[in-house]
């Protein structure tokens, strides 16, 4: 019992969250079982520094109603504490594991692919050709919208993009 107590003083609850990367779900779950591991440590140590021993001698003497202190001592000696199937218990322990090494690995599976559309994404940034090298058409061909909105606004007889000046100045001279 004192190897486990040992055992569960050296948990460090910081870096098991950061450094498995946990999000979201399973790091609310690791929060609230890190709090109620705290609670049950406390309650422990609380309880086990309350004095256990029942002084009826002293009762006797301060108490002139000798038949309470006989009911309470009959009532304490025939007292045995409950003892709890930890099997249940034990059973939400392991499905508390079996849902967060599940998410555990949904997580690994998103990363896995984000980390394959960034490589991706990476790769075609790589092999891009600089903007100079474009032609109107390639510009076209890969965002028809440019196209439709030019031809829109020369239809309307408009041939400055509205904004321009305003962020770029006017660079005719007077």
């Known amino acids: 019992m004192a190897v486990g107590r040992s ?10 969250g950061t450094s498995l990367g946990l999000k979201g779900q399973t790091a609310a779950a ?7 591991n705290d609670d049950a440590r406390r309650k422990v140590q609380v309880l086990s520094e309350t004095p256990q021993t029942v002084d009826l001698q002293h009762y ?11 009911e309470i001592e009959s009532h304490f000696k025939s007292f045995k504490p409950v003892t709890y ?3 249940r218990q034990l059973k939400a322990i392991e499905a508390f594991e ?19 559309d ?9 092999e891009a050709r600089p903007f100079e090298d474009l032609t109107v ?19 309307k007889g408009r041939w400055q993009v509205p904004g321009y000046k305003e962020k770029f ?3 005719s001279v007077l």
């Open 7 to 16: 055992a569960a003083l050296k948990v460090d609850w910081a870096k098991i």
């Open 30 to 36: 690791l929060a609230n079982f890190k709090k109620r």
């Open 60 to 70: 006797r003497s301060i108490l002139k109603n000798q038949a309470v202190i006989d």
């Open 85 to 87: 199937d930890l099997g």
């Open 98 to 116: 079996a849902q967060a090494v599940k998410n555990a690995e949904e997580t690994k599976g998103l990363v896995d692919k984000e980390l394959g």
């Open 118 to 126: 960034l490589a991706k994404t990476l790769k075609n940034i790589e």
């Open 137 to 155: 058409d390639e510009v076209v061909a890969a965002r028809p919208d440019i196209d439709e909105r030019t031809s829109q606004l020369v239809s």
């Open 169 to 171: 100045g006017d660079l």
